[in-house]
């Protein structure tokens, strides 16, 4: 049932606040659970989804992005933690934390803000829906799985895109002011690469909303959250004997990332290792190693045949 269906049913009992909506709602659709009776009185409430969604979509942005920050910042400043950074020589002060954070938020406001707004009529043109029921757990699921191979895939090449000289000059180097990353740094960027390298996560939903018209905004949602714990845990700075990819070897994570900061070169994926792996541009010591290891062996076996 869609969300419109279900405001034009409450429209006529006509109760004029959030929560007489959800009990009249509730007593009609007693099928949906509790997360789908409120999801759905929000937008019979708003009378107006764009704005519905709009409101929702930043309010869980900003959320999810301070609230995962949060912890890395209390973390930087209890001293016992530093045997986990991976450069521990390199503590963000407070004043670099707060200036990052006037940074995020002014692209917040002026860059992501309007991006979010204009999603929704996009999406749904699309084929993306906004109602209740919502979709199977499964499903959700399989369809972030799908988003997260193919958003680091073009993380991948446009991040290495943003390494060539120019484009490094005048749009990336922002994002590398640190070259001991912090989790409050992960959308400390230019509106330029907020747009490119965001387009990964957002624009690939669009396009699967598009072909497949199976897609609901609750899994755009779920997504986005997933895909923020990553950025930001990428951009801590500590590596821990629980890191998930010491579970997960493809999975990049922190240890990966932070390498690419210290050099400025190498490590481009954003949450897998395989791209890297694939066109031989992993760096750091270990990856030095290997790559020095296959030339010497390479070379071995041409001096063989030469013999």
């Known amino acids: 049932m869609s969300v419109s269906d279900l405001a034009n049913s409450t429209v006529l009992a006509a109760p004029d606040t959030y929560f007489g909506i959800y009990n009249e709602l509730s007593k009609y659709n007693v099928h949906l659970n509790m997360f789908e009776r409120l999801w759905a009185s929000w937008y019979a409430y708003m009378q107006n989804d764009v704005i519905a969604t709009g409101i929702m979509s930043f309010l869980m942005h900003e959320i999810i992005y301070f609230g995962r920050s949060l912890p890395w910042i209390i973390i930087d400043s209890i001293p016992y933690f530093n045997k986990y950074k991976i450069q521990s020589q390199k503590i963000p002060t407070a004043a670099e934390q707060w200036k990052c954070t006037k ?33 199977h757990w499964t499903t959700m699921a399989y369809q972030i799985a799908i988003f997260f191979v193919l958003e680091d895939t073009w993380h991948y090449w446009m991040h290495r ?43 690939v939903p669009i396009i699967w909303a598009l072909f497949t018209k199976d897609f609901h905004v609750l899994t755009m949602y779920i997504w ?84």
């Open 103 to 135: 940074l995020v938020l002014l692209s917040h406001f002026t860059v992501e803000l309007p991006q979010i707004w204009l999603f929704h009529p996009m999406a749904k043109a699309c084929g993306m829906d906004t109602g209740v029921p919502f979709p």
């Open 161 to 203: 895109a943003m390494h060539w000289g120019p484009l490094y000059r005048s749009v990336h180097k922002i994002h590398h002011q640190y070259s001991a990353p912090f989790g409050l740094a992960a959308e400390y960027a230019s509106p330029i690469e907020t747009m490119v390298l965001g387009a990964g996560t957002v624009v």
């Open 224 to 307: 986005i959250a997933f895909r923020l714990f990553q950025a930001i845990d990428a951009h801590s700075g500590y590596e821990f004997p629980w890191s998930l990819h010491h579970f997960l070897p493809f999975w990049a994570g922190a240890e990966h990332h932070d390498v690419h900061h210290e050099r400025f070169i190498g490590n481009y994926a954003s949450s897998f290792r395989w791209w890297d792996y694939l066109m031989d541009t992993e760096s750091g010591p270990e990856a030095a190693k290997r790559r020095r290891e296959r030339r010497e062996a390479k070379e071995a076996k041409k001096a063989k045949k030469a013999q």
